[in-house]
């Protein structure tokens, strides 16, 4: 008798990846889950303390080393070694923005079929970010590892584990959405620079900030689904987790632009271009 072997659930994968260490096999990883996407089931009603999941995660490599975001050196984008520095800045929030979005998708149950398969999506396009930016790294003589680098990005991660919704608020609407606002003025000062090397970083930035637009409107549309579901307004419940978690002073100047195109309403751009 023929057996039918049973498909691979898509959250566990999912946190198989995260697991790995090495950025080579999480990036393989992560693009092989978006490819196979179709092949898998999502147990959407599982429990997050289904997974055997280990207490240090994500998978981190050895290097760089991680510091705080005070501690951590500025250099000149005008010397090569500046720009290699500037580039490994960008590959590390890449790289924790992987494990981000992986994370979203074990971590959290009871969510509609679509929403893991747009984490499985937003992941698979940070994987790709951050090849790009390590390739071009490696063109300049270094490496993933070779600076040291702050934790930012995933210490709000793990401080709204515990609920979906101050997930969705503050990290893809807050963390990941200042990289629209910061991307635009790095792409300014790198033109300045005006070698060859600066003009890709350029390029790749292109690329990252069309992704990211979409990642946040990813994150907008979960919450205000979340929103809706719960019974809460959008806005003065953004305001009381932003306070609740501690989530960063906003900085300007907004890119209204791309905040729009992400899917923020004018109300809520009249009240950030007030904060920033």
């Known amino acids: 008798m023929t057996t039918i072997a049973p498909k691979l659930e898509l959250r566990q994968q999912a946190l198989a990846a995260l697991m790995a260490s090495n950025p080579d096999k999480k990036v393989a990883l992560t693009q092989c889950l978006r490819a196979q996407a179709a092949t ?20 981190c490599p050895a290097r760089p ?4 975001h005070l501690d951590v050196p500025k250099r000149s984008p005008f010397t090569t070694e500046g720009l290699a520095a500037l ?3 960008v590959s590390h929030i890449e790289f924790n923005a992987i494990n981000l979005a992986l ?3 074990w971590r959290f149950s009871d969510m509609p079929q679509a929403y893991y398969l747009d984490w499985l999506r937003v992941a698979d ?4 970010h951050f090849s790009l930016l390590r390739t071009h790294l490696q063109s300049l003589g270094y490496d993933y590892g070779d600076f ?8 709000m991660t793990e401080k709204t584990s515990s609920d979906v919704l101050a997930r969705m608020a503050l990290v893809p609407r807050t963390l990941e959405a200042r990289g629209l606002d910061a991307t ?5 000062k790198l033109r300045r620079v005006g070698t060859p090397e600066a003009l890709r970083a350029v390029d790749i930035l292109d690329i990252i900030l069309r992704d990211e637009i979409g990642h946040v409107a990813i994150g907008n549309h979960w919450y205000r689904f979340l929103c809706d579901q719960r019974a809460l307004e959008p806005l003065a419940t953004y305001a009381a987790l ?6 960063p002073r906003l900085k300007g100047p907004l890119n209204l632009s791309a905040r729009r195109d992400a899917g923020f309403d004018a109300a809520e751009l009249a009240l950030l271009s007030q904060q920033a």
Do not use: K, N, V
Request: net charge negative; proline share 11%; glycine share 6%.
């Open 125 to 128: 396009e940070e994987a790709l």
């Open 87 to 89: 580039i490994h800045a």
């Open 242 to 247: 932003a306070s609740q978690y501690g989530a």
């Open 184 to 188: 635009p003025p790095m792409q300014a």
């Open 65 to 68: 080393e991680l510091r705080s």
């Open 40 to 59: 898998f089931f999502i147990a959407t009603d599982t429990p997050q303390a289904h997974f055997q999941a280990p207490e240090d995660l994500p998978g």
């Open 103 to 105: 994370d979203a998708i």
């Open 148 to 155: 040291p680098a702050h934790t930012g990005l995933w210490d």
